[in-house]
C-alpha cells in the first residue's frame, strides 16, 4: 500500500485492525448485498432527477452489477491498485455522465444507512424507533 493510500485511509479514520473488522463485517454484508442494491435502484428510479441518469434498463444493469462488484472490492478490506483503479474509474464514469457529486453521495448513503441497518437488525442491536422501522 502506498503512503498516499495509506494517508488516506487514516483520514477516512480506518486504522488499526478496522482493516480486519471491515472484513468480518462483508462477511454479514455479503448475503444482503442483493436486497441493499434493489433498495439503491428503487430509490433511484423513484427520484426523477437521478432516474434521468439512467436512458434504459441496460444501463442500469450494467451499473447495478458493476456497482456489486465494487461494494464487494470494499469489504474485501484490501486498498490495493485494483480496488484503487476501481475507485478510479467510479469516480470518471460519474464525473463523465456529470451526475452532481450530492446525488452521488445521496445514493451512497441510502444504501450505506440500508446495509448498516439490516446488519444492526440482525445482531438485535437496534433499539427504540429504528428498531420498529423495518427497511
Ligand atoms: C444516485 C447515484 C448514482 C447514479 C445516478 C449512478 C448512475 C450510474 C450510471 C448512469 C452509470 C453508467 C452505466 C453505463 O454506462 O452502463 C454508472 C456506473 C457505475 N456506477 Fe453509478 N450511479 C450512482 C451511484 C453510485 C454509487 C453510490 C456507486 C458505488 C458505490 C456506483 C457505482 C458504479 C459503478 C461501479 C459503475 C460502473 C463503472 C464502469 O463502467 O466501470 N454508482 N452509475
Do not use: C
Amino acid at each position: 500500500m502506498t503512503r498516499d493510500t495509506q494517508d488516506t485511509l487514516t483520514k477516512f479514520g480506518l486504522t488499526g485492525d478496522d482493516r480486519q473488522r471491515l472484513v468480518k463485517a462483508g462477511k454479514l454484508v455479503e448475503p444482503i448485498l442483493d436486497d441493499a442494491l434493489e433498495f439503491f435502484y428503487a430509490f433511484a428510479k423513484s427520484d426523477p432527477e437521478i432516474a434521468q441518469f439512467f436512458p434504459n434498463e441496460s444501463t442500469m444493469a450494467h451499473a447495478r452489477a458493476a456497482q456489486k462488484v465494487h461494494w464487494q472490492k470494499l469489504m474485501s478490506g484490501s486498498f490495493n491498485e485494483e480496488y484503487l483503479a476501481s475507485a478510479q474509474r467510479v469516480g470518471t464514469v460519474h464525473f463523465n455522465i456529470q451526475l452532481p457529486f450530492s446525488m452521488y453521495l445521496s445514493g451512497y448513503g441510502r444504501a450505506s444507512e440500508y446495509i448498516q441497518k439490516r446488519v444492526l437488525e440482525r445482531s438485535g442491536a437496534l433499539v427504540g424507533k429504528f428498531a420498529r422501522r423495518r427497511v
